[in-house]
């Protein structure tokens, strides 16, 4: 009977290893070209834009509309399509600008997609992204809005930078609750009431327009100190002039959270 040599017996075991990786390789790039070919076959010009001038009804809302997030915020490069749930069929898209860069706040995370906060209506629409269409960075900041105290406040890493009464909504025209993000920086000397306006990614529950605008409610200043700490605007809130400079300075994407405190 032939002796089987030591790298004889070991042949049939390397042999079903190397047939086993290829095997594997092929898979992965198989999983990657159905990936690509999924995205290609995603028609964006089909899909309807979030932002804050668009209503879009199907998109799923937030489901805890008061917690705090990891402080993880996104910006997806090019125009990028928005599904209701991972692996979903997509139902809008979201582009790269707003008033500035889009930066979205992530709520939920799931093997390799993420879910964000949209600028859109309904209040608290989101949208889940492939994370490899995406920039990532980190704000450390939040802000709180609290209408029954009718006051703001500012945090860094959960250290208090400060808290200043502030105008709220009227009872008609309330400020909307749940968590919403910081939209924008605007800069316009021409308003004469507030040249610096921070658009959120939330709007009027009543109101279809204000300003001319599709109602968007924002943080701004305001000339009269009166206002501060009373139910009175249209759905925005307005700030002393300390607290704006302040605010003005929070990146875009940041967390705020508007309670009935």
Not at 226 to 231: E, Q, S, T
Not at 246 to 260: A, E, F, R
């Amino acid at each position: 009977m032939r002796k089987v040599r030591a790298d004889e017996r070991g042949g049939g075991s390397i042999g079903a290893l190397a047939v086993l990786l290829v095997l594997g390789a092929v898979a992965v790039v198989g999983i990657l070209g159905n990936r690509k070919h999924a995205e290609a076959a995603v028609d964006l010009t089909a899909l309807k834009g979030s932002s804050t001038q668009t209503t879009i009804t199907t998109a799923p809302l937030d489901p805890e509309p008061f917690a705090l997030t990891g402080g993880l915020v996104v910006h997806p490069r090019t125009q990028t399509a928005l599904y209701s749930a991972p692996d979903a069929e997509p139902f809008a898209k979201i582009g790269p600008t707003q008033f500035g860069p889009t930066w979205l706040p992530v709520v939920e995370q799931s093997d390799g997609w993420l879910r964000v906060l949209l600028p859109s209506k309904p209040n608290r629409s989101t949208g889940w992204m492939r994370d490899e269409d995406l920039d990532r960075a980190s704000s450390s900041y939040l802000i709180r809005v609290h209408t029954g105290s009718r006051t703001i406040e500012l945090f860094e890493q959960g250290k208090s930078l400060g808290s200043w009464k502030a105008g709220v909504g009227a009872k008609k025209t309330p400020t909307p609750p749940g968590r919403t993000f910081l939209l924008g920086s605007i800069v316009d000397t021409k308003r004469s009431a507030s040249p610096i306006v921070l658009p959120l990614g939330a709007h009027s529950p009543t109101l279809d327009t204000f300003g001319g605008g599709p109602g968007t409610v924002a943080i701004h200043g305001w000339p009269s100190p009166d206002v501060f700490g009373a139910a009175i605007s249209a759905g925005c809130v307005r700030v002393p002039k300390t607290a704006l400079g302040k605010l003005q300075q929070v990146p875009l994407g940041t967390l705020v959270l508007i309670d009935s405190k």
